[in-house]
């Protein structure tokens, strides 16, 4: 099993950052895709972003292209999301995913992944 913690998120105005953290514990997760998706309210969860088990891989939502940087130490069990140039529409519950698969890219939607987190609240105000 894998536990999955976020941290990092936060009320900031359009245009700030935000880094965003998942500590995991458990199993190693040096061998595991992860990637990080939101939810709005009232609004099914939505793929953000991904990464393969080395880093050396990555792959964004259009929507957040150019402003969001996905990463990760394996070496800390940790992923990180930094979140730049932030807008109200980017509002949602965060959270982070990791899978047993060994394949990279896993599925961008939910049906992808085994293991969540609680998620972290980024809440951008206008």
């Known amino acids: 099993q894998v536990q999955l913690v976020e941290s990092g998120g936060g009320l900031v105005q359009a245009g700030g950052s935000l880094r965003l953290s998942c500590a995991a514990s458990g199993r190693t997760i040096s061998s595991s895709a992860m990637g990080w998706f939101r939810q709005a309210p009232g609004k099914e969860r939505e793929f953000v972003a991904d990464i393969s088990w080395t880093g050396s891989r990555t792959r964004y939502a259009d929507s957040v292209k150019g402003r969001f940087t996905i990463s990760r130490d394996n070496a800390k069990n940790t992923m990180l999301l930094q979140v730049n140039s932030l807008k109200p529409e980017d509002t949602a519950a965060y959270y982070c995913?990791?899978?047993?698969?060994?394949?990279?890219?896993?599925?961008?939607?939910?049906?992808?992944?085994?293991?969540w987190g609680q998620g972290t609240q980024v809440t951008v105000s206008s």
């Open positions: 995913a990791a899978t047993r698969r060994a394949y990279y890219p896993p599925s961008p939607s939910v049906s992808g992944y085994e293991y």
